[in-house]
């Protein structure tokens, strides 16, 4: 910083050699899906995401859609359109698609709708005593708050039997029918059978009633939305839980909960998580069942808290995925709560340790008003190292007392962390910010900046650009290079201009470079960098 306490920025601009002018585009809701698209997974389908500077969002890929293929699906607010192709066309048409359509202009990408399925390991049902809650000291936290119903937590899975005994007063009102099912495109989530008991299961972890003389203790009694984007068979397909993902930021949930995994990277996923993020919703998520492999997505994605499950000897679970993305640990072996219809069951998975960290999530925000970001720094300061690994406990095992009746900045038992942070919300922050524009696509800035703290735990910088503009957020840290379109450390590059990077832990050994650059359009923007110590 200079003497008068403002910070020095430094400014190098850049002329692409190419590009496209685009024209204003409007933005809308989650439209309808076309008559007959059938539920749950959708493996003909390839999704296109198109800029905001595209005024017909449709109209832009349509000219590139072949003959035996059509549009069936929009999202306006993600900037995506799902094209179906029949079930007997080759692999080779729909690639040959991908490649014509990403030619165009104003199309960011094109990947295939995969399917993602429920992380579980099931087993034969067993009733007997808990020992989740009372792992991560839920009962410290209810001596405080058993929940406030003000808090939501959605739960994007398979659907809640929202009138199971132990479930029905926690399920949030303020929506018909309790949430929405997007694999059936209507406005009830109930299970279709028995079997579908993956949501219900989920829900009564994060959420099933507490203190009420009926069934099993859930880890709050916040309320909850059920977004049913996983059919009777586990599977879902990518746009449907994006698309559910969407939904539920708009609702005001509080925090999402996906029990869910598989498909690798797709920019479709990474746009819906960061949405949420950036409009108040902490995704929290499973980190996958295939002990030795690296955090599975949506987990792995920086919007995300990634969760590992435990046994209850608090070991890590044979079947937990590991690694520098793991933020926290929770209980997921043999976990007891609801299943349909009116039953409990005990299952096993990561599925059931990230509800358990969401239910403590909805406890400390009973608490205390904390933005995503600082909530789960907020739950890593506090968790409890147990003695595992920074790639099998993160930043520890959540801890509910400590959530609960620990202010925020004070820390709290704290782990040693891993890539997913340090384990402190406390010590000092600092905000900057500077304004700008960009001409056209032809127009790019790169800005360092200078740290601030000597050791700083987390960087957010976010992007606030035009309406009707599609401007990108790149950066680097550990170098005195700025980003580039193709070479960089982060990226944010939703079809719009609100983009947010988010760095944990991050290299200090040089200033932070970032790229902002107009993919298309041109217009103000500021760049805002928040760093903590």
């Known amino acids: 910083m200079s003497d008068d306490g403002t910070h020095s920025w430094s400014r ?16 809308g809701g989650v439209t309808a899906a076309t008559p007959g698209r059938e539920p749950g997974p959708k493996k003909d389908e390839i999704l296109v ?6 005024d017909d969002l449709e109209g832009t890929v349509r000219s590139a859609v072949p003959g035996n293929a059509r549009v069936v699906h929009k999202n306006e607010k993600l900037r995506y359109v799902a094209v179906k192709f029949p079930s007997q066309a080759a ?12 030619k165009k202009d104003e199309v960011k990408y094109a990947e295939p709708n995969v399917t993602l399925q429920a992380f579980y390991t099931p087993n034969d049902p067993q009733f007997g005593s808990q ?35 132990n479930l029905q007063g926690n399920m949030d009102g303020s929506v018909s029918n309790y949430g929405r099912d997007f694999p059936d495109n209507d406005g009830d989530p109930y299970p279709a059978n028995a079997e579908e008991n993956h949501g219900t299961h989920v829900g009564g972890i994060a959420a099933g009633g507490t203190d009420n003389g009926t069934g099993h203790a859930g880890i709050s009694n916040c309320s909850m939305l059920s977004a049913r984007a996983l059919d009777e068979t586990g599977g879902g397909s990518l746009s449907d839980i994006a698309d559910a993902i969407t939904w539920s930021a708009d609702q005001g949930a509080d925090v999402i909960n996906l029990s869910l995994g598989g498909g690798g ?12 993020f950036d409009n108040g919703s902490l995704p929290v998520a499973a980190a996958g069942n295939d002990y030795g492999s690296p955090v599975s997505y949506p987990a792995a994605y920086d919007e ?21 993305k793991i933020e926290l640990a929770a209980p997921g072996s043999n976990v007891l709560s609801t299943v349909p219809f009116g039953e409990y069951s005990e299952l096993s998975g990561t599925s059931m340790a990230s509800p358990v960290v969401a239910g403590v999530a909805g406890l400390a925000l009973s608490e205390y008003d904390l933005t995503p970001a600082d909530l789960r720094n907020h739950l890593k300061s ?7 690994p920074a790639e099998e406990q993160g930043s520890g095992r959540v801890d509910a007392d400590n959530a609960v009746n620990t202010q925020p900045g004070d820390g709290g038992d704290g782990g040693d962390g891993g ?11 600092t905000t900057a910010s500077v304004s700008d524009t960009l001409s056209g696509y032809w127009d790019s800035a790169c800005w360092t900046y200078g740290w601030e703290f000597s050791s700083t735990s987390q960087i957010v910088v976010e992007l606030d650009g035009p309406a009707g503009s599609d401007f990108d957020l790149y950066a680097n840290t550990g170098s005195s290079s700025c980003p580039s379109t193709s070479d960089y450390d982060y990226r944010s590059w939703s079809p719009d201009s609100q983009e947010s990077i988010t760095i944990d832990n991050p290299d200090t050994s040089t200033d932070l470079q970032i790229l902002v650059d107009s993919y298309s359009g041109s217009g103000d923007y500021t760049l805002t960098i928040t760093e903590k110590s």
């Open 12 to 27: 190098r601009t850049f002329i692409k050699a190419t590009g496209v002018a685009g024209a204003v585009g409007a933005f």
């Open 49 to 54: 995401g198109v800029s905001a500077s595209a």
């Open 91 to 102: 692999d080779v048409a729909r690639q040959n698609f991908i490649e014509a359509v990403t």
């Open 131 to 165: 020992y989740a809650p009372q792992q991560v000291n839920a009962p410290g936290a209810w001596d405080t708050t058993l929940g406030d119903s003000g808090v939501t937590i959605s739960v994007v899975d398979q659907g809640i039997q929202y009138d199971h005994p």
């Open 265 to 276: 990277y797709t920019d479709t996923m990474k746009n819906a998580v960061s949405y949420a």
């Open 304 to 324: 995300c808290l990634a969760v590992s499950a435990l046994d209850s000897s608090e070991s890590l679970a044979s079947y937990s995925n590991k690694g520098s």
């Open 382 to 388: 506090t968790a409890v190292d147990i003695g595992l």
């Open 419 to 429: 890539d997913g942070g340090d384990g402190g919300d406390g010590g000092d922050s």
